[in-house]
């Protein structure tokens, strides 16, 4: 499969990484992992650029966070959505429904129902 | 090769030490386990799939910068909200207890109500602008913030002033509790306020404007 521009993930990114996290708390590698299966390897960013949303996600609001220690003994910060993230992540789930609806029927050549 | 990445992407991040050591420790941790059994190959492989440190670093600081833009900003307004509540509460007590002024320092005690008056409607008028730039102008935010709480700290001293001459000649007694308590209570607001923009990062405002 085709990996998806950069700058066109860019944008979606935060709704992405939501997405990952709603089957349940998840350290920073374990999130890239999820939307790489989940994706089908389709989504081909830097993994470092998951950390900048997933802290701006947090300081929204929408993630919390807590240090736990990993098997290996290292110091490991795992991730969950909170109330308001569950919340904003239902809301862009609707949203990117109707806009793909819209763009699908664009692109098609027809109305939408 | 991963802690020397590591260090440098946290370098970049030292305006907040906080910030800077749990990123360090998170993208460690995230290396390490992309890179396996850890050898050089691997090490190698996990940092370049983990992109450029700069960039990121970059990003950080901005999810960061706009976390404590936002802290500073409620601070700012429950200070103000406080100070002006403290105020009123002991105004009110005065007005109770019919507790006047005393006639040798009434004219002192006129001149810095007044600057007390503008002081305060400079800091409201500060926070005003500080609202208004939050989402516009970073830097015009802090300043802001800046200017408004030296207006709250110079309101804040006058308070003081005008509480000291309205007990001054009073014997200690229990109608003191109020005056006291929503002085520390005005003292206490201006020390967050004045602590939690210290934190602000002015090597990252400076780079990026």
């Known amino acids: 499969?085709?990996?998806?521009?950069?700058?066109?993930?860019?944008?979606?990114l935060d709704m992405i990484v939501l997405a990952a996290l709603a089957s349940g708390p998840a350290h920073g590698y374990a999130v890239i992992e999820e939307i790489r299966r989940r994706s089908g390897d389709a989504f081909n960013l830097p993994e470092g650029t998951v950390y900048p949303a997933l802290h701006r996600l947090e300081e929204a609001g929408l993630l919390s966070s807590r240090w736990t220690t990993a098997e290996?003994?290292?110091?490991?910060?795992?991730?969950?959505?909170?109330?308001?993230?569950?919340?904003?992540?239902?809301?862009?789930?609707?949203?990117?429904?109707?806009?793909?609806?819209?763009?699908?029927?664009?692109?098609?050549?027809r109305t939408p129902a | 090769m991963i802690p020397e990445y590591a260090e440098s992407l946290a370098r970049q991040l030292s305006f907040d030490p906080a910030l800077s050591r749990s990123v360090r420790q998170e993208v460690e941790d995230h290396l390490w386990e992309a890179a396996g059994d850890g050898s050089p190959e691997l090490q190698r492989r996990a940092i370049a799939a983990f992109g450029d440190p700069q960039l990121i670093a970059r990003q950080l600081a901005a999810a960061a910068v706009s976390g404590r833009a936002r802290r500073t900003g409620?601070?700012?307004?429950?200070?103000?909200?406080?100070?002006?509540?403290?105020?009123?509460?002991?105004?009110?007590?005065?007005?109770?207890?019919?507790?006047?002024?005393?006639?040798q320092t009434r004219t002192l005690g006129d001149a810095v109500a007044l600057v007390d008056r503008l002081a305060f409607w400079c800091a409201a008028l500060g926070a005003a602008a500080a609202a208004w730039a939050y989402r516009r102008h970073l830097v015009a935010f802090f300043v802001l913030c800046a200017v408004t709480t030296g207006a709250i700290l110079t309101s804040v001293a006058c308070d003081a002033a005008l509480t000291a001459l309205r007990l001054a000649g009073w014997e200690w007694s229990t109608y003191f509790a109020i005056p006291l308590a929503t002085m520390a209570a005005e003292i206490a607001c201006a020390a967050v306020l004045v602590a939690e923009l210290r934190a602000t990062p002015l090597a990252y405002l400076r780079e990026n404007t």
């Open chain 2, 74 to 103: 409620v601070a700012l307004v429950l200070a103000l909200a406080g100070v002006f509540l403290a105020m009123n509460a002991r105004l009110g007590w005065y007005e109770l207890t019919q507790w006047g002024v005393c006639e």
């Open chain 1, 72 to 109: 290996s003994g290292r110091k490991r910060r795992v991730y969950a959505l909170t109330k308001r993230g569950t919340g904003a992540l239902a809301e862009q789930r609707a949203v990117w429904k109707q806009f793909s609806a819209a763009i699908a029927g664009l692109l098609a050549g």
């Open chain 1, 1 to 12: 499969m085709l990996g998806m521009e950069g700058e066109m993930l860019k944008g979606h």
